[in-house]
Nanobody, 125 residues
Framework: QVQLVESGGGLVQAGGSLNLSCVPS????????MGWYRQAPGKQRELVAT???????NYADPGEGRFTISRDNAKKTVYLQMNSLKPEDTAVYYC???????????????????WGRGTQVTVSS
């Protein structure tokens, strides 16, 4: 059973920084793209940033220039460094990863999206 676990959220004042981490667990054959999404109260979940297995990144407008996504393939971990945080960045941040799991080694299942449970980020003014 593949699971994604986020950490690093919390309460921070406007202008502050947070660094989110996401680590998958379970029997994993490969990980393709990984990313971060967020959902604010009363709003739809939106893209924050994605990164491919080769390190190519894509940012949505709200975080571009302030957020940096990175990954450590050896640790299977994706990070989101968030600087110059604003109150409008307040949301639950979700990790996403395209993972191909082992069904039973060496049998590999199809690649699919996995989601974490989210970590709360609250930015006070």
């Amino acid at each position: 059973q593949v699971q994604l676990v986020e950490s690093g959220g919390g309460l921070v004042q406007a202008g502050g920084s947070l660094n989110l981490s996401c680590v998958p667990s379970g029997s994993i054959f490969s990980i393709n793209a990984m990313g971060w999404y967020r959902q604010a109260p009363g709003k739809q979940r939106e893209l924050v940033a994605t990164i491919t297995s080769r390190g190519s990144t894509n940012y949505a407008d709200p975080g571009e220039g302030r957020f940096t996504i990175s990954r450590d393939n050896a640790k299977k971990t994706v990070y989101l460094q968030m600087n110059s945080l604003k109150p409008e960045d307040t949301a639950v941040y979700y990790c996403n990863a395209q993972i191909q799991p082992y069904i039973k080694n060496p049998i590999v299942g199809p690649s699919r999206d996995y989601w974490g449970r989210g970590t709360q980020v609250t930015v006070s003014s």
